[in-house]
Antibody, heavy 121, light 107 residues
Framework: EEQLVQSGAELKKPGESLKISCRGS????????IAWVRQMPGKSFEWIGI????????TYSPSFEGLVTFSADKSASTAFLEWHSLKASDSAMYFC??????????????WGQGTLVTVSS | DIVLTQSPGTLSLSPGERATLTCRAS???????LAWYQQKPGQPPRLLVY???ARATGIPDRFSGSRSGTDFTLTISRLEPEDFAIYYC????????FGHGTNVEIK
């Protein structure tokens, strides 16, 4: 079964750093784009960007460029989303999602279960 | 960026009824790159339809997608109890953007 499993919920303080993970299994992790998506409570989805684990090629949404960093360890079939200085406004559910097929432009196939990030002093 | 406007915001229907959800794009969606997702509380979204009208693996045929120009429609022919959820459209031809969702609730 193709699936993505994300790391657990996080409670952090403003200014702290954070790195959450998304581990894939059941498929060749290196050959499918992974997208990161934010969902604020009661809201729709915002695309943060994508990473290709095979060569760590990345594209960020202009809204998130410079605020977050993607990385991937293809040997561990894991993608990461990182913040260097969190703000309260970063509090949200974060999902990783694998592209349905091996194209840069594709819908989401398997999704991770989500990682809830709460930033509060 | 392409803006997707979904209507209605809420659809109140009974099991067995037909549901028609609409998604209007602010500009042409490249290569028919329009998908629909279902999300239930506490769960990630599930892909229902992509490429305007192709059903994803395991999706029952009561779900169908169509297009007229920049208007896209998801139809659920006969609502089952498990179909009450929030539905989102998404364009993936140029990065990703999502509509704000239609909540299909039990009347």
């Amino acid at each position: 079964e193709e699936q993505l499993v994300q790391s657990g919920a996080e409670l952090k303080k403003p200014g702290e750093s954070l790195k959450i993970s998304c581990r894939g299994s059941g498929y060749n992790f290196a050959t499918y784009w992974i997208a990161w998506v934010r969902q604020m409570p009661g809201k729709s989805f915002e695309w943060i960007g994508i990473i290709y684990p095979g060569d760590s090629d990345t594209t960020y949404s202009p809204s998130f460029e410079g605020l977050v960093t993607f990385s991937a360890d293809k040997s561990a079939s894991t993608a990461f989303l990182e913040w260097h200085s969190l703000k309260a406004s970063d509090s949200a559910m974060y999902f990783c999602a694998r592209h349905l097929y091996g194209s840069r432009n594709a819908p989401a196939g398997p999704w991770g279960q989500g990682t809830l990030v709460t930033v509060s002093s | 960026d392409i803006v997707l406007t979904q209507s209605p915001g809420t659809l109140s229907l009974s099991p067995g009824e037909r549901a028609t959800l609409t998604c209007r794009a602010s500009q042409s969606v490249r290569d028919s790159s329009l998908a629909w997702y279902q999300q239930k509380p506490g769960q990630p979204p599930r892909l229902l339809v992509y490429g305007v009208s192709a059903r994803a693996t395991g999706i029952p045929d009561r779900f169908s997608g169509s297009r007229s120009g920049t208007d896209f429609t998801l139809t659920i022919s006969r609502l089952e109890p498990e179909d009450f959820a929030i539905y989102y459209c998404q364009q993936y031809g140029s990065s990703w953007t999502f509509g704000h969702g239609t909540n299909v609730e039990i009347k």
